[in-house]
């Protein structure tokens, strides 16, 4: 079982639609979560943080439920320029990171 | 300020080459990881360096991959003998500390072996 797993995708969803994605991982023991965000052909860059209580950063919503070891990320009012991969990190003593969902926001 | 810098941006080499990819990390950043991306697929750690301590080498594929870091800046990862399925986009990253340290990547060096 690999130690991250996320739905591949694509999610095709119209502009200022809400959109949510989840990603489960394997090691109980991981201490901290992250999703980063890649365009194509471009290097990841960190979205947000995930943290116990969940966090909010706008239109983005992270959460985090431990007790079934998954992670969601909640993006709302959708926008053409959130067209990308989403990727689902954790981390043990280094980072480990998912294959990522893509996302295409069409007009 | 200056991000994480690749080079060479693209590389083509035979089959049986070595090659030599370059990293510099953000000035002040302990840390400094490798990653390889195929086409369509996820990040797959190779490497990774924090300050003195011994390279964290569990990540890489074969006794052709090795990496070196000079002085706690740059680093250097060098493929031997390079094979087709050795394609890929190499990723450096580097990070304030480890653990949870939001990690800056760099461009990448795209590498086609022919």
């Known amino acids: 079982r690999k130690e991250v797993e996320q739905d591949p995708g694509p999610f095709n969803v119209p502009e200022g639609a809400t959109v949510a994605f989840n990603c489960t991982y394997s090691n109980s023991a991981s201490q901290s979560f992250f999703w980063y965000r890649q365009d194509c052909r471009k290097e990841p860059k960190l979205l947000m943080s995930?943290?116990?209580s969940g966090n909010e950063d706008g239109r983005f919503t992270a959460q985090l439920n431990r007790a079934s070891q998954y992670i969601s990320l909640l993006i709302r009012d959708s926008k053409l320029s959130d067209s990308a991969t989403y990727l689902c990190v954790l981390n043990t003593d280094k980072l480990i990171f998912g294959t990522g969902t893509r996302l295409q926001v069409f007009p | 300020g200056a991000g994480v810098s690749q080079s060479p941006s693209n590389k083509v080499t035979e089959k049986g080459k070595d090659v030599e990819l370059r990293c510099d990390p953000i000035?002040?950043?302990?840390?400094l990881y490798w990653y390889r991306q195929s086409l369509g697929q996820g990040l797959e750690f190779l490497i990774y360096f924090q300050g003195n301590s011994a390279p964290d080498k569990s990540g890489l594929p074969s006794d052709r991959f090795s990496a070196e870091r000079t002085g706690g800046s740059v680093s250097t990862l060098t493929i031997q003998r390079t094979q087709q399925e050795d394609s890929a986009v190499y990723l450096c990253?580097?990070?304030f500390g480890t653990g949870g340290d939001e990690q800056y990547f760099g461009p990448g060096t795209r590498l086609t072996v022919t």
């Open positions: 000035s002040g950043h302990t840390a």
């Open positions: 990253a580097s990070s």
């Open positions: 995930v943290y116990s």
